[in-house]
Structure formats: structure tokens, C-alpha cells
């Protein structure tokens, strides 16, 4: 709605999520470049910095290119996320619980949405779309803060 309402056409939000949706394949695709090339905590964090800001030019931006901007920078951070946090968890899960134990967290994940969503669609009706991620970019903060993964130190 953010980006409906400050006039960006239907057509081209299709297009600008087409985009989005292509720029995570081709990044899922490159996964394993990414982890030799970059460590875990280099990956988490910068993810959510990415995210951060994204967030971040969707709140102040007066402009629609750098609002859109915004919104996929902050749907690339987040979406980028996953498989880093999913790959080491599915490492430690027996085999034979895997399926059962990855499907509860899916369902838990999307019970916790609907009050989430809920709460989010209230906020944009009685304050705006602006608002809502204005509260989004500051529980983003707060959890960032609160779960930083710290670098690894290198000893010798």
C-alpha cells in the first residue's frame, strides 16, 4: 500500500516484485560463493543493515523512486536471511525429525502473523502506511541491538 499510495501504477509494483523475486533466485543461487566469501556473522548483520535502511528510506522519503527503492532493499534483506539462518539449523536437526520439526516452525510463523498483521493493518487505517513502518524500523532496531551477531575472532 506504501507504494500504491504515494502513485507508483499497479503494473509496475508487479514488475518492481518480478524484479524482487528474480534478484532472490539469482541470490539463492550464489549461496555458497556467498558463505566462502563472507562469514556467518558478516552475512546475519549485514543483512539486517541492509534491511534497516531499506526501512529506513521508506519512512523519510519524500520521493517514490527512493521509497520503492526502500521496500526492496528492505524485502532483500529480510528475504536473504532465511536460507543463512535455515541451512545451519537443518544441520542440526536428526533427519528424522527434520520435516516434522521444520513444518511446526512454519506454523508457528504463520500463527504469530496473524496477529502481527492484524495489528499492522489497524495501525495503517487509524495512522497511515507511513506509521506502521515507522514501528516496523524501530522493533527492527531493537532486535538487532538485542540479537547483533558478534564477529568471530581470529587468535594468533
Known amino acids: 500500500p506504501l507504494l500504491t499510495e504515494q502513485g507508483l501504477p499497479i503494473w ?3 514488475l518492481w516484485y518480478g524484479v524482487y523475486q ?7 543461487t550464489q549461496l555458497q560463493r556467498l558463505v566462502r566469501r563472507f562469514s ?3 552475512i546475519a548483520n549485514g543483512t539486517v543493515v ?3 535502511v531499506g526501512l529506513g528510506l521508506c519512512v523519510v522519503s519524500p520521493w517514490l523512486w527512493l521509497t520503492t527503492l ?3 532493499l528492505a524485502l532483500m534483506g529480510t528475504g536473504m536471511r532465511e536460507p543463512f539462518f535455515s541451512a545451519p539449523l537443518n544441520e542440526q536437526i536428526p533427519s528424522f525429525r527434520r ?6 516452525v512454519g ?10 498483521l492484524l495489528f499492522a493493518g489497524w495501525m495503517a487505517a487509524r495512522y497511515g502506511t507511513v506509521a506502521v513502518m515507522g514501528v516496523a524500523l524501530i522493533m527492527c532496531l531493537g532486535t538487532t541491538f538485542a ?3 558478534p564477529s568471530e575472532r581470529k587468535s594468533g
Request: glycine share 8%; aromatic share 16%; no cysteine.
Open 99 to 104: 520435516a516434522t520439526l521444520l513444518s511446526q
Open 70 to 72: 526502500g521496500a526492496w
Open 50 to 52: 541492509v534491511a534497516l
Open 107 to 116: 506454523f508457528l510463523k504463520s500463527v504469530a502473523n496473524i496477529p502481527a
Open 40 to 42: 556467518f556473522p558478516s
Open 12 to 14: 509496475v509494483l508487479g
Open 147 to 149: 540479537f547483533w551477531v
Open 22 to 28: 528474480l534478484g532472490l533466485v539469482l541470490s539463492y
